[in-house]
């Protein structure tokens, strides 16, 4: 059973920096994609940014391209937010689902495995 756990969540001032981190157990192998999704309040959860556990190209939605990065290694999945905005204020959620392709999708939909969740909140 693959279990994941956020950390690194926090308040900051518009246009300062955070990195997530996502720790991972239970993988069975390393055919997975792996991503960030958010919610704020009365928000659907959108995608944020996805990675294959294998490599491969990550990929941003449009709102967060060329501010964040996505990342990973063996240890855990990360996220790093640079140039925050008052509008990146959510619960950020890592997440995880068995693919063998390294183009992965970014709709909630797709994945099967969720973290807690870790907040974020940045102030003007």
């Known amino acids: 059973q693959v279990q994941l756990v956020e950390s690194g969540g926090g308040s900051v001032l518009a246009g300062g920096s955070l990195r997530l981190s996502c720790a991972g157990s239970?993988?069975?192998?390393?055919?997975?994609?792996m991503a960030w999704f958010r919610q704020a309040p009365e928000k659907e959860r959108e995608g944020v940014a996805t990675i294959h556990a294998l490599g491969g190209l990550a990929a941003y939605a449009d709102s967060v391209e060329g501010r964040f990065t996505i990342s990973r290694d063996s240890a855990a999945l990360y996220l790093q937010m640079n140039s925050l905005q008052p509008e990146d204020t959510a619960m950020y959620y890592c997440?995880?689902?068995?693919?063998?392709?390294?183009?992965?999708?970014?709709?909630?939909?797709?994945?099967?495995?969720w973290g807690q969740g870790t907040q974020v909140t940045v102030s003007p």
């Open positions: 997440a995880a689902v068995v693919r063998t392709s390294v183009n992965c999708p970014i709709k909630r939909e797709e994945y099967s495995h």
């Open positions: 239970g993988y069975a192998h390393s055919y997975y994609c």
